[in-house]
């Protein structure tokens, strides 16, 4: 065992405390998989990751560092906000990016590109794949939320690595007032996602779409600011119109927190999902 730095990142959020938490563990050299599974169910949080250096396929296709991705069931292929964090942690220690202004992550899904300007970061979205959910799937999720009928004004199957339900609600209030059986939802093995977009989104500086996270088949009731989720949702919503090129999403009200998750479509049609991160704690682990 060796003494490794570490960082805990709040990502989404410049207040430590008001987004989502991820541990990284800077110098992962050595490390089984056994380790890593162990270390990260061990934090408890929703993700640790481990960062390494670049696969020479990696390096040769312009990775600037490897990560790898543990919640603490498993690995994962690719996260939102623990992609933000890392990076945040990486640039922090000192690293360069090969290009200014973006780092590349090798991680198991592939290679995902960071744009860092001043104090925030923003992943690109992967790929994504989305279909018309079950007609059964959509009254059970309803039901398990509490949700009437007329209050979901569209539903698709999401899929950018982790598989949502994207709902798309008729209000912000519907959104904060849900009170979901997670225990149903576990039984149902359908990890969901609701959102209300306001008219306005695009029109202020305030945020203009709220979201709501529940992945209980993964263990985690309510997520308090979800990368992936936001990414998945803005590129089934803006393609069909139902949502503008650029806004700004409020997240974690319903548990005390106050992430901030900036969305934009380039001029190339790519989703770019960020916010801040802030370092709150910072040392070394005996791993």
């Not at 992609?83 to 590349?104: I, K, M, S």
Request: proline share 8%; hydrophobic share 45%.
């Amino acid at each position: 065992m060796h003494q490794r730095p570490f960082k805990q990142i709040d990502v989404f959020s410049h207040r430590p405390g008001y987004g989502n938490p991820v541990a990284v563990v800077l110098d992962a050299d050595g490390l089984g998989d056994a380790d890593m599974r162990r270390f990260a169910a061990w934090t408890n949080l929703s993700e640790t990751t481990f960062l390494l250096p670049p696969t020479e396929a990696g390096r040769a296709a312009g990775a600037d560092y490897r990560v790898r991705i543990f919640s603490p069931s498993g690995e994962l292929p690719f996260a939102g906000h623990p992609t933000l964090g890392t990076c945040h942690a990486w640039l922090q220690a000192g690293h360069v990016p090969r290009q200014r202004g973006l780092v590349v992550q090798e991680c198991s899904l592939g290679l995902v590109r960071v744009e860092h300007a001043g104090d925030t970061l923003a992943f690109a979205a992967p790929p994504l794949q989305r279909s018309a959910p079950s007609p059964a799937l959509v009254p059970l999720i309803a039901s398990a939320l509490g949700l009437r009928p007329h209050q979901i004004l569209g539903a698709q199957l999401l899929d950018n690595g982790p598989v949502w339900l994207g709902l798309l609600l008729d209000s912000a209030d519907t959104v904060l007032g849900l009170r979901p059986d997670h225990a149903r939802l576990k039984d149902l093995g359908q990890d969901v996602g609701v959102i209300h977009v306001a008219p306005t989104a695009a029109d202020t500086g305030q945020p203009g779409a709220v979201v709501r996270a529940f992945a209980a088949p993964m263990g985690n009731p309510e997520d308090p600011v979800t990368g992936t989720l936001n990414a998945s949702l803005a590129e089934w919503l803006i393609a069909d119109g139902l949502a503008p090129r650029q806004y700004l999403v409020a997240q974690g009200e319903c548990l005390g927190r106050a992430g901030r998750v900036h969305v934009r479509q380039d001029e190339q049609h790519q989703i770019w999902v960020g916010g801040q991160a802030v370092t709150c704690i910072e040392g070394t682990v005996l791993l």
